[in-house]
């Protein structure tokens, strides 16, 4: 089993960053595919950015040069770095993981995790 906890969020300003975090821990970590997705109450989860076991990244079209993924795999701890934020950035951002080999095309698919963080909120507005 994975365990995830998100901190980071919060609220700020159109244009403005925020580092969200997610401590990961469990079994047979290098296994694992992580990522970061959001969800807007009404809408499906959207995948933001995730890795693969072997650190290969992928990133959403929507957020595509403007959010960053990074892996501290030392510490455990998987960041998303978000700058030039928008409105429409305004949602709850959830961890996830998977023991399941993914390859890049499904990489940003929520069904295809199934360890979740509780998520955290970020809201941008002016």
């Known amino acids: 089993q994975v365990q995830l906890l998100e901190s980071g969020g919060g609220s700020v300003q159109p244009g403005g960053s925020l580092r969200l975090s997610c401590a990961y821990s469990?079994?047979?970590?290098?296994?694992?595919?992580i990522g970061w997705f959001r969800q807007v109450p009404g809408k499906e989860r959207e995948g933001v950015a995730a890795?693969?076991?072997?650190?290969?990244?992928r990133h959403g079209d929507s957020i595509w040069g403007r959010f960053t993924l990074l892996k501290d795999t030392a510490m455990k701890i998987l960041y998303l770095q978000m700058t030039n934020l928008k409105p429409e950035d305004t949602a709850m951002y959830y961890c996830?993981?998977?023991?399941?080999?993914?390859?890049?095309?499904?990489?940003?698919?929520?069904?295809?995790?199934?360890?979740w963080g509780q998520g955290t909120q970020v809201t941008v507005s002016s």
């Open positions: 890795m693969d076991s072997d650190g290969v990244t």
């Open positions: 469990g079994e047979n970590l290098r296994r694992v595919a």
């Open positions: 996830a993981a998977t023991y399941t080999l993914l390859g890049s095309s499904v990489l940003l698919r929520s069904d295809m995790y199934n360890y």
